[in-house]
């Protein structure tokens, strides 16, 4: 039997709760819905789902409610990686909930087909990059690059012995690098080997990733990670 995907999706406006909650159902998902963000986060810790859609702006009339990105950050803190996609009617918080950690952004009103094929395609991308990872780990169980390990058995990473919290597609994409030192990759090839070529999202979105791994190592620019001016980017061991 085929395992149907679980959805949440979190938005404080009912209407927008029930259409997605149809779209999706009758697209092959399971679906679960939540008003605000604590409604939300007891959900995710009854049922991890395996995809958030989440409106950035919640309950404004409430000044003690959890906005969408509260409730990103702490989504990034659950012990299984659960993919965030957000939802707004404002464009201006892309690099804000890009930066937090969202994996993608979806402006309302939404196309149904585009969102559909953006949320098989995020799943599809992260089943690839455990793949991946496990297939890496398999051939070898770590890699080190000047004083960044990367355990590739256990999905961990290391500075200087500090441990790197990173996301799943932020170990894979590091761990790509390191695999290739030197190598100089386009963003449009780190998305196809890295995300997966079934992936639909825009090639900036590489961009996002980078600078979360440059902050999180707190690597200065092109330090170990290069950025190659009209191309993309290298490692540099």
Do not use: C
């Not at 697209?27 to 604590?38: D, L, S």
């Not at 007891?42 to 950035?56: E, F, G, I, K, N």
């Not at 190598?183 to 079934?198: A, F, I, K, N």
């Amino acid at each position: 039997m085929t395992v149907r995907p679980v959805i949440l999706i979190v938005d404080d406006e009912e209407a927008i709760r029930s259409a997605l909650s149809t779209l999706l159902g009758r697209a092959g998902f399971t679906v679960f819905a939540a008003a605000n963000g604590t409604e939300a986060l007891t959900q995710m810790h009854a049922q991890t789902p395996d995809l958030v859609l989440l409106d950035v702006v919640l309950d404004e009339t409430n000044p003690n409610a959890l906005s969408g990105l509260d409730v990103l950050r702490q989504v990034r803190q659950l012990g299984r990686f659960v993919p965030v996609i957000m939802l707004t009617s404002y464009t201006e918080w892309q690099v804000e909930s890009l930066g937090q950690g969202a994996i993608a952004f979806v402006t309302k009103p939404w196309e149904a087909n585009a969102l559909i094929s953006q949320i098989r395609a995020t799943i599809n991308a992260v089943t690839h990059i455990r793949r991946e990872a496990q297939q890496a780990s398999s051939e070898q169980a770590a890699l080190t690059v000047q004083d960044v390990e990367i355990d590739l058995l256990h999905y961990r990473v290391f500075r200087a012995q500090q441990e790197i919290d990173l996301t799943p597609i932020e170990f894979a994409l590091l761990a790509f690098l390191a695999r290739h030192p030197q190598r100089e990759w386009t963003r449009e090839q780190l998305l196809d080997q890295v995300w997966g070529y079934e992936w639909i999202g825009y090639p900036r979105t590489v961009d996002r990733h980078i600078a979360a791994l440059r902050r999180k190592l707190h690597l200065q620019r092109d330090e170990l990670i290069e950025t190659v001016h009209g191309t993309g980017y290298r490692l540099i061991p």
